[in-house]
């Protein structure tokens, strides 16, 4: 891979001022997902260095909570300008490791820089209260303070931003943090905290410790030293980390899996329309966990939609799913649903030609019972469902247990409201798919997680709410 900085490629796991490798000496490949090429190996850590991070993180707790917000501000922004700076070498190692095109690689550096940008400037306003006092003589005040040590785990399919997302409001609020990046991707996560090293960060304060996933996991939620943890991930392991954190009682966001339905009502604007279900369903392969999952179309506009979806989809030049395993997953849900009845337009099999490529996909005559309509796809996968009635579109969107996000187009401005208020999910775009900005709150309702990230609602996630009472 060029690099026009090589020392960006970072392959030991970085504890304090130290890049280490496992005890064990043991390391895992990484593999380029665009044709199986090992890019780099990194230290498979377990349990005994993820504690000794955790030491560290709480050692470098006192002095960075004891900055003024500024202070840590001023470094956070360094870090920010570094990673602009570097952005192309940050989206090459995105890239070689995670396979989504240079340009939404880039794309997601950018994105995931704001965040540091943003939360230098939030912290700054991380305001306490005074309380006006029922009691006579007695003061009632607020305070807040950072929760302390946080751990940090992430997912593959935005290896910048989902750690920028978290990392930059735990630091801008002072606290430390250990982070265990996903196997397949710890390479972006090295690269940025080489980066915030340059930038000044003190050593101690961001901490990343690859491998073993159980094990890692199982200290960091069992380590009475972090306070919390933030999860990015499927449903299935966030449930089970917040488990772990019972015993503990770690304060605990999570962001989670969800099957976001695209509504397409008769009277919607249907360049738009089309345009936003590209956008949202084929964003990253369509691996991201508020990729448009379900598309319910109405039916006096149901066969134009389809037929100018299917001609945007041929134009279409998607990078390579994470690993095989995601290819065969996808694969399965098609094959279901066309055993059940739905019929692929384009698409609808793997690319015979190497690499984990799955043809994008536009599936008609899909029922809400079949899989695809009920399980994340994470993939180029369009399924297609008809249907009547406003009523039965939102009955159709809100039967499921995830409520993450939902897209509707309309141009009925009663009806933008029923929808806004009677979808069950943290996000609702309405003529609009793309919806991810770092001022915005991020995360879902039901089983898609709890808590939200980024905006000013971001940085509460990273504070304890101090009550004192004060006679005198
Ligand atoms: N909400 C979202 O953004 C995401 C949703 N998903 C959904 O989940 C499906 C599976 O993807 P997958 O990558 O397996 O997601 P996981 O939830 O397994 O992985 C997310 C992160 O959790 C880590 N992890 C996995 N198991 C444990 C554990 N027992 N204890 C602690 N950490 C753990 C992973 O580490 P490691 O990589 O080392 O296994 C990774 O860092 C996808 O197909 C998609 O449907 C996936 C990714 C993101
Ligand atoms: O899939 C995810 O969890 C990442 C969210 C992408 C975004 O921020 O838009």
């Known amino acids: 891979m060029h690099l026009d900085d090589p020392s960006l490629l970072r392959s030991l796991c970085r504890i304090g001022e130290e890049w280490v490798g496992a005890d064990s000496q043991e390391v895992f490949d990484v593999v380029d997902p665009a044709d199986g090429r090992v890019i780099a190996t990194v230290p498979r850590a377990g349990k005994a260095e993820t504690r000794r991070a955790i030491e560290r ?3 470098a707790l006192p002095a960075w909570r004891g900055l003024t917000a500024r202070e840590r501000g001023v470094l956070l922004r360094r870090w920010h300008d570094l990673i602009l700076q570097h952005r192309d070498d940050l989206a090459r190692i995105m890239t070689a490791e995670q396979g ?7 794309g997601e550096v950018s994105y995931g820089a704001g965040f540091i940008d943003w939360f230098a400037e939030e912290g700054k306003r991380i305001y306490g209260d005074i309380i006006p006092s029922p009691f006579p003589g007695r003061r009632i005040m607020v305070l807040k303070e950072p929760v302390g040590v946080v751990a940090a785990i992430t997912p593959w399919n935005f290896p910048n931003a989902m750690i920028t997302r978290k990392c930059g409001p735990a630091l801008a609020a002072g606290c430390t943090v250990v982070l265990k990046p996903a196997e397949d991707t710890p390479l972006s996560a090295l690269a940025l905290v080489e980066l915030a090293d340059r930038a000044g960060i003190p050593a101690g304060v961001l901490n990343v410790v690859t491998g073993h996933p159980v094990e890692i996991g199982a200290e960091l939620t ?7 943890l933030s999860f990015t991930g499927s449903t299935a392991v966030g449930k089970a980390l917040l488990r772990q954190c019972a015993d503990t009682m770690k304060k605990v966001s999570l962001e989670l899996g969800g099957n976001a339905p695209f509504i397409v009502f008769d009277d919607a604007d249907l360049d738009a329309a089309v345009a936003g279900a590209i956008a949202s369903k084929f964003r990253n392969s ?5 990729c448009a999952n379900r598309l319910l179309v109405q039916d006096g506009i149901h066969d134009a939609f389809v037929d100018r979806l299917v001609e945007a989809v041929g134009t279409l030049d998607l990078g390579p799913l994470i690993h095989g395993r995601a290819v065969e997953g996808v694969e399965r849900l098609v094959n279901d649903a066309v055993a059940l009845g739905a019929r692929a337009l384009c698409g ?5 030609a190497g690499g984990n490529y799955f043809d994008p996909t536009v599936l008609v005559g899909v029922t809400p019972s079949m899989a695809c309509a009920n399980q994340e796809i994470f993939g180029p996968v369009a399924p297609l469902i008809r249907f009547h009635t406003e009523d039965e579109a939102i009955r159709l969107a809100n039967d499921t247990p995830y409520g993450l996000a939902a897209y509707a187009y309309t141009r009925d401005a009663g009806r933008e409201w029923r929808l ?7 996000i609702i775009g309405l003529n609009e798919s793309m919806v ?3 001022v ?3 995360g879902g309702m039901k089983e898609s997680g709890l808590g939200r990230e980024g905006s000013k609602y971001g940085i509460d996630e990273y504070l304890e709410i101090k009550y004192v009472c004060r006679t005198g």
């Open 100 to 106: 989504k095109p240079q340009a939404e690689a880039r």
């Open 420 to 426: 806004a208020e009677g979808l069950e999910f943290g």
């Open 222 to 228: 069992s380590n009475p030293l972090v306070r919390k």
């Open 436 to 438: 991810s900005t770092e």
């Open 286 to 290: 369509g691996q991201t966990c508020i």
């Open 348 to 352: 609808g099999t793997r690319r015979a």
């Open 440 to 442: 915005a709150p991020f």
């Open 57 to 59: 993180a709480s050692s």
